[in-house]
């Protein structure tokens, strides 16, 4: 391209002018040329060699990928998993590997947003100090739609309880609150939930009078996020978002009790082998658990 002939001054356009076009150095025009030459071809990595191949990082990244644990995680996740596995390799190798590979994660491209009404803090450092509960739907085999409640522990995202029914009354919206008081609290008895409160959205069953009383019964405090803001809510929104994409999207069940069971073996899957690099690359029970002992030391 430098060596051809502009045809409104008649003479070489010249690489410097050809590399300022492209955005490209000069050095790196002529490096490459030398190492054309010298039939060095492409550069390798600077630095020591890892203690493991490419191609044996690539069959680890394969196996994990096929075993489907969890859908659509990225390279930091994966990246942890091999470290499991006893492989050590920088992340930024890694995502090298995935992108040449094709066997980076899907993604999807957000819209812009305007200004939020919340931008505070939502996770807490206790566990059983603030927990979020929302509902998705779903369908059965049959074209039942079906209601799915989630109650999520704001520290370390630890699912403490999930129920289906057909109707989404706010009687239902209270079995997994009380999934999870039964597992932390003991007996459900008057005020047995003092200091817990409860993030949850402006929906009929949430703000519903009945719901509310059962609440203040517990000893469970109210905490409605902010109206047209989802992201007050987001712990639970984000679980309902990993719940989707690993059981809902991927399965069809033919009765609701068949679907009751894949939750509660899901919410254990969920608990004790999903990775969260937030917190060091450990499963919300190990997080959940630590952080229990260290509350009651």
């Known amino acids: 391209m430098s060596r051809r002939i502009s045809p409104s001054a008649g003479k070489p356009y010249g690489v410097r002018r050809v590399c300022r076009a492209w955005r ?23 630095g020591p060699r890892g203690l493991h191949s490419d191609e044996e990082i690539l069959r680890h990244v394969r196996e994990l990928v096929a075993a489907e644990v969890f ?6 996740k994966l ?18 590997l995935l992108r040449e590979h094709r066997l980076q994660a899907p993604r999807r491209v957000g819209r812009p947003r305007g200004p939020r009404a ?14 979020g509960t929302d509902i998705t739907t779903t369908v059965l085999a049959t074209g039942q739609q079906v209601n799915v409640f989630v109650v999520v522990d704001h520290c370390g995202l630890y699912c403490h309880g999930i129920h289906a029914s057909v109707r989404a009354t706010r009687w239902e919206a209270l079995e997994p609150i009380r999934q999870g008081l039964r597992a932390n609290f003991g007996p459900l008895e008057a005020g ?9 959205d402006h929906g009929s069953q949430y703000m519903a009078r009945d719901f509310q ?12 996020a902010f109206v047209r803001a989802p992201e007050g809510n987001g712990c639970a929104e984000w679980f309902i978002r990993v719940l989707k994409e690993n059981l809902l999207w991927l399965h069809r069940f033919e009765t609701i009790d068949e679907l009751n069971e894949a939750l509660q073996a899901f919410r254990q899957r969920y608990n004790h082998g999903w990775i969260l ?3 060091g690359n450990r499963t919300p029970a190990q997080i ?8 009651a030391a």
């Open 24 to 46: 490209i150095a000069p050095s790196s025009y002529y490096a490459r040329k030398r190492r054309e030459a010298e039939g060095a071809g492409e550069p390798r990595r600077r």
């Open 192 to 200: 047995c939930a003092h200091g817990l409160a409860l993030r949850h």
């Open 288 to 295: 959940y658990h630590e952080r229990l002992l260290k509350e």
């Open 118 to 131: 919340h931008d505070g803090r939502i996770t807490t450092e206790v566990p059983n100090r603030m927990w």
């Open 213 to 224: 009383q059962e609440l203040r019964f517990f000893g469970v405090r109210s905490s409605p």
């Open 79 to 96: 990246w942890a998993r091999l470290r499991w596995r006893g492989i050590h390799v920088s992340k930024e190798r890694l995502r090298r």
């Open 71 to 76: 859908a659509g995680e990225g390279y930091r």
């Open 277 to 279: 690099g937030k917190y």
